[in-house]
């Protein structure tokens, strides 16, 4: 039989909430970027795409189909930029820029032509874990890319 004292510390334990361990600096946070083809011409929006509220709102909210080309995950450690190569040939620069006290992260991303000149050269956001931010307006296939960014992975309730 088990002991009272022993009895409550397992009851105890078994009722705490698990705790998410805080991102630090040193560690490496996951990061999904999607590539979507989106067009103001009539089609469908891609279903992985309909819980993103953002893309229904201006300036996203023009376009009436969505496809995603390319979906990734990544690893993100401060200070150490990652880069992926978009369906256009230019390049994507991610960087995490720092991790903030209350959890969110402060990222910077960068788009480059293949020739090397900056076409977005500095766009800094501070992003909550799991919400996706957009960065749209390169040309491709009679389209516009919009490339999602979601960094961490949002708070289970």
Known sequence: MMSRPFLIFLVAFALAP?????VSAQSATPAEIFVVLAKEAPGTVDPALADMGALRRPPFNAFRSMEILERDTIRLRQGQPQELTLPNGRKLRILLQRVMPDGRFRVRV??????????LPLLQVVASPGDPFFVAGQAHQGGTLVIGIRVGQAPTR
């Open 18 to 22: 698990i705790a998410v361990p805080p």
């Open 110 to 119: 960068s788009i480059k032509r293949e020739e090397g000149n900056s076409y």
